[in-house]
Nanobody, 123 residues
């Protein structure tokens, strides 16, 4: 089994910074794309940023310049550095990862999700 564990959420004032971490553990052959999503109160979950195994990144427009996604392949960990936070960034943040495993019938890839971490930005 695979588990994704997030950390780093909390309460911060507008203009402040937080760094989220998400570590994958378990039966892992390789990790392809890793990403961060968020779900603001009363809204649908949205993609914030993702990073490929080769290090290519992509962001939604509202967080470009302010957020930076990175990964440490040796630690199977993805990070989200969030600067200049705004009240509208308040949400539960989820990480996910596309993980290749070795099953009884060969290799397979599956997307896993973390449990979510609350980020609250006060004005």
């Amino acid at each position: 089994q695979v588990q994704l564990v997030e950390s780093g959420g909390g309460l911060v004032q507008a203009g402040g910074s937080l760094k989220l971490s998400c570590a994958a553990s378990g039966s892992i052959l390789s990790i392809n794309r890793m990403g961060w999503y968020r779900q603001p109160p009363g809204k649908v979950r949205e993609l914030v940023a993702y990073i490929t195994s080769g290090g290519a990144t992509n962001y939604i427009d509202s967080v470009k310049v302010r957020f930076t996604i990175s990964r440490d392949n040796a630690k199977n960990t993805v990070y989200l550095q969030m600067n200049s936070l705004k009240p509208e960034d308040t949400a539960v943040y989820y990480c996910n990862a596309d993980i290749t495993q070795d099953g009884s019938m060969g290799y397979f890839s599956q997307r896993y999700w973390g449990q979510g971490t609350q980020v609250t930005v006060s004005s």
